[in-house]
């Protein structure tokens, strides 16, 4: 059996179930990397305090390089018995360069190490999410730019309002990731704080000089307060909230493009590289990638009420109970880059069918606001003319018609402020361009949105 590196105080070996039952390795080995590189720098750290000589640090920071490329490249050996990523790495450092390597643990504890190496991961995992964010966005830009001229029904409660752009409805969506782009890039800058330094819970005795241990991990700030610093997994519950949010989204997306590619809609057409077919229904296109994303929500939504139960009833500071953080952060951020970067690669290949979108947007009576509106500036107070309209709307329906359909006869029925210029008013092109306000549907104002998204994303890559 491995020696413990806190075994002296332990008369008798750990049972082997409890080694397996508290054993992370097989959940934190991927820590490996930020691990070692927390360790290097408290290793220059201690050489800076003079706890270690210069020669002594530089020893353990190649012994520490070798055991990197070690694990990078399948040489080395994982033992239950070590328990986690820090005590592999440390237990072999020993076997590399020898007892110096049991010097590099002063003034450190594993509670502000694996905090330090969670941030580490985080902080290079959320660039990554940022990336996929700006790319998703940007197909939403240009699908939304090759649609300025393409009309389809917007929905409430499922049922068809009002027409709009599909390149409006495409930048609704934009809207939404780049909310989920703003809460990262927070998520980022309250992950960008080094617990390192913090020991146990109370600090430590050694002079360690923990702003430059942050400038050599590239923290911008060390955290304020040692107890706070081993104990906070706030970062953390705040990735996965994010997340949920970001499938949440993608989830809405999903949810229109499974309706919009079925026979019923037929809005669009589904790429065949990002569909699947049926084992026994030849005829079959499945929307798999939409559906699949729908589903991988529930995991994310999942991962952020396991952190937040896990962490709702701990006293400061640090409890073993947190060892359980690692698997739902995981799993989170591996489910929402995988779907983003799905979803940045399918959206660009999504083809909508412009006459089918048309036709719905002329069925239904999208116009009937309009027609209301219509009386209202000839006069006629909204209340009275929206019943107005509702009664046409109502003969119209008994006729088969829609109220575009009725001759000037039939629709002055209804009043007799309504005159010949009431066609023009209820083409899809007027109604649409008549909603020219501020983040409206008409064609100039989507144009404007466009625009500005792609100066917002340029400068985001700057």
């Given at each position: 059996?491995?020696?413990?590196?806190?075994?002296?105080?332990?008369?008798?070996?750990?049972?082997?179930?409890?080694?397996?039952?508290?054993?992370?390795?097989?959940?934190?080995?991927?820590?490996?990397?930020?691990?070692?590189?927390?360790?290097?720098?408290?290793?220059?750290?201690?050489?800076?305090?003079?706890?270690?000589?210069?020669?002594?640090?530089?020893?353990?920071?190649?012994?520490?390089?070798?055991?990197?490329?070690?694990?990078?490249?399948?040489?080395?050996?994982?033992?239950?018995?070590?328990?986690?990523?820090?005590?592999?790495?440390?237990?072999?450092?020993?076997?590399?360069?020898?007892?110096?390597?049991?010097?590099?643990?002063?003034g450190r504890s594993r509670n502000d190490q694996v905090a330090t190496d969670i941030r580490l991961w985080?902080?290079?995992?959320?660039?990554?999410?940022?990336?996929?964010?700006?790319?998703?966005?940007?197909?939403?830009?240009?699908?939304?730019?090759?649609?300025?001229?393409?009309?389809?029904?917007?929905?409430?409660?499922?049922?068809?309002?009002?027409?709009?752009?599909?390149?409006?409805?495409?930048?609704?969506?934009?809207?939404?990731?780049?909310?989920?782009?703003?809460?990262?890039?927070?998520?980022?800058?309250?992950?960008?704080?080094?617990?390192?330094?913090?020991?146990?819970?109370?600090?430590?005795?050694?002079?360690?000089?923990?702003?430059?241990?942050?400038?050599?991990?590239?923290?911008?700030?060390?955290?304020?307060?040692?107890?706070?610093?081993?104990?906070?997994?706030?970062?953390?519950?705040?990735?996965?909230?994010?997340?949920?949010?970001?499938?949440?989204?993608?989830?809405?997306?999903?949810?229109?493009?499974?309706?919009?590619?079925?026979?019923?809609?037929?809005?669009?057409?589904?790429?065949?590289?990002?569909?699947?077919?049926?084992?026994?229904?030849?005829?079959?296109?499945?929307?798999?990638?939409?559906?699949?994303?729908?589903?991988?929500?529930?995991?994310?939504?999942?991962?952020?009420?396991?952190?937040?139960?896990?962490?709702?009833?701990?006293?400061?500071?640090?409890?073993?109970?947190?060892?359980?953080?690692?698997?739902?952060?995981?799993?989170?951020?591996?489910?929402?880059?995988?779907?983003?970067?799905?979803?940045?690669?399918?959206?660009?290949?999504?083809?909508?069918?412009?006459?089918?979108?048309?036709?719905?947007?002329?069925?239904?009576?999208?116009?009937?606001?309009?027609?209301?509106?219509?009386?209202?500036?000839?006069?006629?107070?909204?209340?009275?003319?929206?019943?107005?309209?509702?009664?046409?709307?109502?003969?119209?329906?008994?006729?088969?018609?829609?109220?575009?359909?009725?001759?000037?006869?039939?629709?002055?029925?209804?009043?007799?402020?309504?005159?010949?210029?009431?066609?023009?008013?209820?083409?899809?092109?007027?109604?649409?361009?008549?909603?020219?306000?501020?983040?409206?549907?008409?064609?100039?104002?989507?144009?404007?949105?466009?625009?500005?998204?792609?100066?917002?994303?340029?400068?985001?890559?700057?």
């Amino acid at each position: 059996m491995a020696d413990k590196l806190w075994g002296g105080r332990f008369s008798e070996a750990t049972d082997k179930l409890v080694e397996a039952f508290t054993s992370s390795i097989h959940v934190d080995r991927r820590l490996y990397a930020h691990d070692i590189l927390g360790s290097q720098a408290h290793a220059r750290t201690l050489a800076k305090a003079g706890v270690l000589t210069e020669a002594e640090a530089e020893k353990l920071c190649q012994g520490l390089d070798q055991v990197k490329a070690e694990i990078e490249a399948g040489d080395f050996t994982f033992d239950p018995a070590l328990e986690d990523i820090h005590m592999h790495v440390e237990s072999r450092l020993r076997e590399v360069v020898g007892e110096v390597a049991s010097r590099l643990h002063t003034g450190r504890s594993r509670n502000d190490q694996v905090a330090t190496d969670i941030r580490l991961w985080m902080k290079d995992e959320l660039a990554g999410v940022l990336g996929l964010l700006r790319d998703v966005r940007l197909a939403l830009v240009y699908l939304a730019q090759g649609h300025l001229d393409c009309f389809m029904p917007g929905y409430t409660h499922l049922q068809r309002a009002q027409p709009v752009l599909a390149g409006h409805h495409f930048m609704a969506w934009y809207e939404m990731f780049t909310r989920d782009s703003r809460r990262m890039e927070g998520v980022l800058s309250r992950t960008d704080e080094m617990p390192l330094g913090s020991a146990a819970l109370a600090g430590t005795t050694f002079p360690l000089d923990r702003e430059y241990t942050a400038k050599l991990l590239g923290f911008s700030r060390v955290c304020a307060n040692s107890m706070d610093a081993v104990s906070d997994r706030d970062f953390a519950l705040e990735f996965t909230s994010t997340a949920a949010i970001a499938m949440i989204h993608l989830s809405r997306v999903s949810e229109e493009i499974v309706l919009w590619a079925s026979r019923e809609f037929a809005f669009l057409r589904l790429p065949d590289a990002f569909a699947t077919g049926s084992s026994i229904m030849p005829q079959k296109k499945n929307p798999d990638v939409a559906e699949l994303t729908r589903g991988k929500t529930g995991r994310v939504l999942g991962s952020f009420v396991a952190l937040a139960t896990l962490m709702k009833g701990l006293p400061l500071a640090y409890n073993r109970d947190m060892q359980e953080d690692k698997e739902p952060l995981f799993d989170a951020m591996g489910t929402l880059k995988s779907s983003l970067a799905v979803y940045a690669r399918m959206l660009p290949n999504l083809e909508l069918i412009p006459e089918r979108t048309r036709a719905a947007a002329l069925d239904g009576f999208l116009d009937a606001t309009d027609l209301a509106d219509y009386l209202a500036a000839k006069g006629m107070p909204f209340r009275d003319a929206h019943h107005v309209v509702g009664a046409a709307v109502s003969r119209a329906q008994a006729l088969g018609r829609e109220l575009h359909q009725l001759s000037l006869e039939g629709l002055r029925e209804s009043s007799d402020l309504i005159g010949a210029d009431v066609f023009a008013f209820l083409s899809l092109e007027t109604m649409v361009n008549r909603r020219d306000t501020l983040g409206g549907t008409a064609s100039r104002r989507v144009a404007e949105a466009i625009g500005k998204a792609l100066e917002d994303l340029s400068a985001e890559t700057d």
